[in-house]
């Protein structure tokens, strides 16, 4: 009994614990890996609670056990010879004791056992910690398929816990398996449905702890193939399912279906081959995946984009010969002192990286004054000019102004410096944080013509130029790719990368179009320094043409 008040006290105190800690109210933890660190000290908490909740069962159990072995026990005896039994004073008040004092004891324990209350401070948890919600977890299974369908990862290794050949985490059961499809199915996706149920199947055969049905997978499976165009396998399923749950009903009825979509493939198929209708294969459309890819200038962008993300598309030797790398101080007195690592990354349009540019004192300032205040990333509406959240963007910022701190001002010193430009009329320094597989699509940093009201509200013209820091290492993915060059830039904590979006007549320049890649693992932070128009008609010469670089 002692045990358990110890253990409802330690519940108790853990409450008033966290009852002092700020929690996070919204959704959308998946968005920034940065907020996922709360989900551990979640995990944690709930771990020891359980723990403590599981040691105090325990000797509420064991209580149990014993006393229904000795009542086992002694009711044993007395059935050999119940006269002879109850005839021995000694156990007719074991009898009377047993079932008055001892069945009262065993009442409080039952009374005194704090499951109820573990479940209410379950619920009070809910108000004081950091938890996922569906919308978090529905995000991380569609970033899995994104980094799955983007690099071309095979199922059963992602299941095992295998990213590119490198074991990152223990195998999923198949209840986890189950889940992904499960939430691959509620976003109309059935591909990847049939790809985890599949692996949810194989896994459920060969696990001996089931946390799942096998009713349950087939269900999910048969369908999604049958959506998928297999139909003779999706009724194969369900006769199988059928075979488990015989009044399935979903199932029945798909069953007749199934066998009326089959009968109306048959009539067709023999009208085909009467003359009346050809439905051989010859005369349906390729598939994407039948299509046969020649050069990679005729790869659409999203084909291209996801090959540079995994870095199939390289540069040519010709072109990577010119590029060069050089000290540099662009007639800056101050850089003649601290003079800046230049690597050309392409030629035109002049894409520059600049090396060890920021200080880890100033990535750690950074980010400590931006994580307080990551929300999910926007991008703006073209034709409302609102800003708006987007799937095509997974990822949290925030917006730090150069007053904050002197790292702040320094940094934004330093853009002036490595551009040649002003920042007196550039957007405060954007920080970001990407997410589970946190990406950005193909996009322009500027306004387009059509886009009237993209940074009216600034009143400093269109973005001029982009300078892009990257604050971390990334261990695979998360590159910045630019489609329409074939060129990628890879993370490395402390460069930055540099390039012109305008001409300079002020046209936008469309090679510009980029993309962040997934980020396979890793954590991505990067900070962007968007600058305008407006205060650099005496840094940047203007031209008439387009074609004035």
């Known amino acids: 009994m002692l045990f358990i008040m110890k253990a409802s006290l330690v519940l108790t105190l853990t409450m008033v614990f966290l009852l002092g800690r700020p929690f996070l109210g919204k959704a959308e933890v998946y ?27 325990e000797e509420t159990l064991n209580k149990l056990k014993r006393f229904q072995a000795d009542l086992a026990r002694e009711h044993e005896k007395a059935s050999q010879d119940v006269q002879t039994y109850l005839s021995n004073p000694i156990n007719a008040y074991t009898l009377v004791k047993h079932l008055t004092t001892d069945w009262k004891g065993i009442e409080n324990l039952l009374a005194d056992n704090k499951m ?12 004081v910690l950091k938890f996922p919600t569906d919308e978090d977890l529905n995000g991380a299974a569609v970033a899995l398929m994104r980094l799955q369908d983007t690099y071309k990862l095979d199922t059963s290794a992602v299941a095992r816990g295998l990213i590119n050949g490198i074991q990152y985490s223990t195998a999923l ?35 001996a702890n089931k946390t799942i049905t096998k009713a349950d997978i087939l269900e999910y499976l048969a369908f999604s193939t049958y959506m998928e165009g297999n139909v003779h396998s999706a009724l194969e399923m369900t006769d199988e399912l059928l075979t488990l749950v015989p009044n399935h009903s979903r199932a029945i009825g798909n069953r007749v279906y199934y066998l009326q979509d089959i009968s109306q493939k048959d009539l067709q198929r ?43 598309v390289k540069m040519s030797p010709a072109k990577e010969a010119k590029l060069k790398c050089r000290y540099v101080h662009h007639n800056n007195p101050f850089l003649f002192l601290a003079r800046l690592k230049e690597e050309e990354a392409f030629l035109s349009p002049r894409i520059l990286l600049y090396h060890n ?73 954007q920080v970001v944080n990407y997410g589970i597989g946190g990406h950005y699509e193909p996009h322009f940093d500027f306004a387009r013509r059509g886009e009237q009201n993209a940074f009216k509200s600034l009143g400093t013209g269109n973005r001029i130029a982009t300078t892009l820091f990257y604050m971390s290492d990334v261990p695979q993915g998360g590159a910045t790719v630019f489609p329409h060059l074939r060129a990628a830039l890879y993370p490395t904590k402390g460069t930055a990368a540099f390039w012109f979006n305008l001409h300079r007549n002020g046209e936008g320049d469309y090679r510009t179009r980029h993309a962040a890649c997934p980020v396979l693992t890793g954590s991505k932070w990067v900070s962007n320094k968007w600058l305008h128009e407006r205060g650099q008609e005496f840094k940047r010469r203007c031209g008439l043409t387009e074609h004035e670089d």
């Open 31 to 57: 968005t920034a890996l940065v907020d996922m660190e709360g989900l551990l000290e979640t995990e944690r908490v709930l771990a020891q609670t359980l723990s403590t909740l599981i040691k105090a069962q």
């Open 116 to 127: 109820k209350e573990f479940y209410s401070n379950v619920t009070n948890y809910h108000s």
């Open 173 to 207: 059961t198949a209840g986890d398996c189950f889940e992904l499809g499960r939430q691959s199915y509620n976003n109309k996706d059935f591909y990847h449905t049939v790809q985890w149920m599949t692996e949810a199947l194989q896994r459920f055969n060969e696990e």
């Open 270 to 312: 023999k009208r085909g081959e009467d003359g009346q209708l050809d439905t051989s294969p010859h005369a349906q459309p390729l598939t994407f995946s039948e299509k046969k890819l020649g050069d990679v200038d005729e790869l659409p962008e999203r084909e291209l984009y996801e090959r540079l993300c995994r870095g199939e």
């Open 357 to 429: 540019i920021l200080a880890d004192s100033e990535i750690e300032t950074i980010k400590r004054l931006a994580q307080p205040r990551l929300k999910r990333a926007t991008v703006q509406n073209y034709k409302t000019g609102e800003l708006e959240t987007a799937s095509y963007r997974i990822s949290k910022s925030a917006w730090l102004r150069e007053e904050e701190h002197p790292h702040i001002a320094a940094v934004v010193k330093r853009v002036e410096d490595l551009s040649g430009l002003t920042c007196d009329t550039a957007e405060e320094l």
